[in-house]
């Protein structure tokens, strides 16, 4: 049995809340089948939390509990630390001690790695240790292992992923029940689907982070949050989710990241997505990652995006990872991005993140419009004046006494400069009522 020739690794948990102890709990619970795959034990010696007493609780008497997280950081009886404690602050300056005393790292921080990446990955290098973050986009599902490992032999085209699940969870609400945001976001923070101060979710920064991550190991590029676009759903209403849903469509917030000829697009924003795509009909708080590229096709991954165990799976898919690999050279580890590190750089320069203005793509538009002769006919005019080829329209009755109605144009694809300067015309039309809604739209084909 390897597990008795080998002495266990030995884990320290800084921030032993949700995640940390769903950690604990499946260690504990899968111990033999773990170490079976491992080919050692795996144990968590170590926790830290502010709150000790609580996190006594749940170790009850099996680890030792510190207030100090940097005390497991530094101490010479920890083999891998994993940081849960979220934030780029002090999870930042732990990991980097962490690395420097020689430490693997296993983290579900996927701000830390969004912005910091580049630094904490060569710092890894240098050093010969792992950093691993399976946790950090779309919780449960093995969407890194895919990217870096399982889809190698592929040129990837695209990523459009669901990996926000309080926004999710927010949208289908909007739409199941005809809710507008406010009072679905309520309702969310009430089931404890969103948290008090929800803003990293519902403003897109959330899945940016996540995207960000993974338009890294799809096309080998540094991460690049600040290149990102990010726009969340706080502006989204009900009616815009029925007329989508009354054209074929649902909308969801998609974090997508593309290579272009001209550079990669890196963007979160809501999105009308048709209704017969599978990613579509993901709903509730589950995530889903379409990945499409050139050898394998479209490939679909779904699951639990956040939670106690889901999240523990993928921290404890590294840490099996890790021990197997554990005294391997590091020339011999797969790459932290999948992509030998050398060889960024280059990428980078080759292929630019472009500004949203050049992003090529569809729109669904919501005017508020006087039901009055020649208003179709001068908004489609504007519309073939710069070139933009209308998919649908889709005009509803007068609103009774009001003599004015909702007009909706689905676009083909253009580019985003010229659909701004085209929105700023139409806006200016006398018979435009109100503020145009834009929406992007994406096909996934
Ligand atoms: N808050 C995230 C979500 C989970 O709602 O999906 C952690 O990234």
Not at 24 to 35: M, T
Not at 219 to 226: E, T
Request: hydrophobic fraction near 45%; include cysteine; charge should be negative.
């Amino acid at each position: 049995m390897p597990s008795a020739q080998l002495s266990p690794i030995r884990v320290g948990i800084l921030g032993l809340g949700t995640v940390g102890t769903g950690v604990f709990h499946v260690l504990r619970r899968n111990q033999a089948e773990i170490s079976r795959r491992a080919g050692r034990d795996i144990v968590v010696t170590m926790v830290s939390r502010r709150d000790v007493a609580k996190a006594s609780e749940v170790v009850a008497g099996e680890a030792q509990v510190l207030a100090d997280a940097r005390a497991i950081v530094d101490s010479p009886d920890i083999d891998i630390v994993v940081e849960l404690i979220g934030g780029t602050t002090l999870a930042k300056s732990l990991v980097l001690q962490a690395i420097a005393q020689g430490k693997h790292v296993v983290t579900a921080n996927k701000a830390l790695l969004a912005v910091h990446g580049t630094e904490i990955f060569a710092a890894a290098s240098a050093r010969g240790v792992v950093v691993a973050f399976e946790a950090a986009v779309a919780g449960g599902i093995p969407i890194i292992k895919a990217l870096r490992e399982g889809l190698t032999a592929n040129r990837i085209q695209w990523i459009a992923g669901i990996i926000n699940g309080t926004t999710n969870f927010i949208l289908s609400e909007m739409r199941d029940k005809g809710l507008d945001f406010d009072v679905a976001l309520k309702d969310a923070q009430r089931l404890g689907y969103a948290e008090a101060d929800p803003s990293f979710d519902i403003e897109g920064t959330d899945a940016a982070h996540k995207v960000t991550i993974m338009s890294a190991m799809a096309f080998g590029v540094p991460v690049q949050f600040d290149k990102a676009y990010i726009e969340g759903i706080t502006c989204l209403s009900a009616t815009d989710i029925r007329y989508a849903e009354q054209l074929g469509y649902r909308i969801k917030l998609l974090g997508i990241t593309k290579r272009t000829a001209k550079g990669i697009e890196l963007r979160v924003h809501p999105s009308l997505v048709p209704a017969k795509r599978l990613i579509a009909n993901v709903e509730g708080a589950m995530n889903a990652v379409l990945v499409q590229a050139d050898a394998v096709g479209t490939t679909l991954y779904y699951g639990k995006g956040a939670g106690s165990e889901p999240t523990a799976s993928a921290v404890i898919a590294d840490l099996v990872d890790i021990t197997r690999l554990h005294g391997a050279s590091p020339a011999q580890r797969v790459p932290h991005l999948g992509f030998q590190p050398h060889t960024m750089d280059q990428a980078m320069t080759d292929l630019p993140v472009l500004p949203m203005s050049e992003v090529l793509t569809s729109y669904y538009l919501r005017l508020r419009v006087s039901d009055e002769a020649g208003v179709l006919a001068k908004v489609t005019g504007i519309l073939a004046g710069n070139g933009i080829s209308i998919d649908a329209v889709l005009q509803r009755e007068a609103d009774e006494g009001a003599n004015q109605t909702d007009l909706i144009i689905l676009t083909h694809d253009c580019q985003e400069l010229l659909m701004n300067e085209t929105i700023a015309q139409l806006q200016g039309l006398v018979t435009v009522l109100a503020p145009i809604v834009r929406i992007r739209k994406e096909e996934l084909a």
